[in-house]
C-alpha cells in the first residue's frame, strides 16, 4: 500500500460506489479460505490497517 493511503470499505455485497471505484488509483481484495463466505468490514479494516502499519510505521517511536 502506498504511504499516503486512503482506506474506503463497502458493505458487502454491493461494496463501494461506482465514483468511489472510479476515483481509486489501486484496488486491493483480501483472500479467504475455508469455509467463509465473506469477511466483515471491520475484519476487513482491521487487516488492512495492519498491513499499512507494517508497511510504513517506525514501530520503535511509537512506544
Do not use: C, Y
Not at 455485497?13 to 471491520?42: C, E, Y
Amino acid at each position: 500500500l502506498p504511504r499516503e493511503t486512503l482506506l474506503i470499505f463497502g458493505a458487502e455485497g454491493p461494496g463501494i460506489t461506482d465514483d468511489a471505484k472510479a476515483g481509486a488509483r489501486l484496488t486491493v481484495s483480501i483472500a479467504q479460505f475455508g469455509s467463509t463466505r465473506s469477511i466483515n468490514a471491520a475484519v476487513a479494516a482491521g487487516i488492512a490497517m495492519h498491513t499499512w502499519i507494517r508497511q510504513h510505521a517506525d514501530l520503535d517511536r511509537a512506544w
